[in-house]
């Protein structure tokens, strides 16, 4: 895990991450939130809707976006501050979701983040995330 710095950080810096949604990542995130809707774990039911299917919780993509903020850009001590949040198709389970957050810009000690979730080609949400990115730890007295 690394950390970009709020003296290090500048807009147009990206990052990426690609997760395979299965089975179990519906299973735990339902069970977790108790978002139990039938949407997502009951397929007869599921073809019935606007959907055609079984689909994961939408927002288990927003968690994608959460887990690069946190883990890769600005990483390691950043805070989630908001999000606004556009979904524009399902994803179901076995899609490759890829996730891609850029720094838009950095006001004092917030970035402003441009965030996708795409399944190949297709967009899945598009969302705007602001942060507050941590500040360099002092160096440690060498005396």
Not at 25 to 33: K, P, R, S
Not at 58 to 65: A, E, P
Not at 121 to 138: F, G, H, I, S, T
């Amino acid at each position: 895990m690394t950390t970009v710095y709020l003296d290090a950080i500048k807009p147009g810096m990206s990052a990426t991450t690609d997760n395979i949604v299965t089975e179990r990542h519906v299973q735990l995130f339902g069970e977790a939130t108790g978002d139990m809707n039938p949407v997502h774990f009951d397929e007869s039911y599921a073809r019935k809707t606007i959907f055609r299917g079984r689909v994961a919780h939408g927002v288990l993509s927003i968690g994608f976006i959460s887990a690069v903020i946190g883990t890769r850009l600005p990483g390691e001590g950043t805070i989630f501050v908001s999000a606004s949040i556009v979904f524009k198709t399902p994803v179901r389970i076995g899609d490759t979701v890829t996730t891609i957050c850029t720094v838009r810009e950095v006001i004092g000690r917030e970035a402003v983040m441009d965030c996708t979730c795409k399944v190949g080609e297709r967009l899945v949400l598009e969302a705007e995330a602001r942060v507050v990115v941590p500040r360099r730890p002092p160096l440690k007295d060498q005396g």
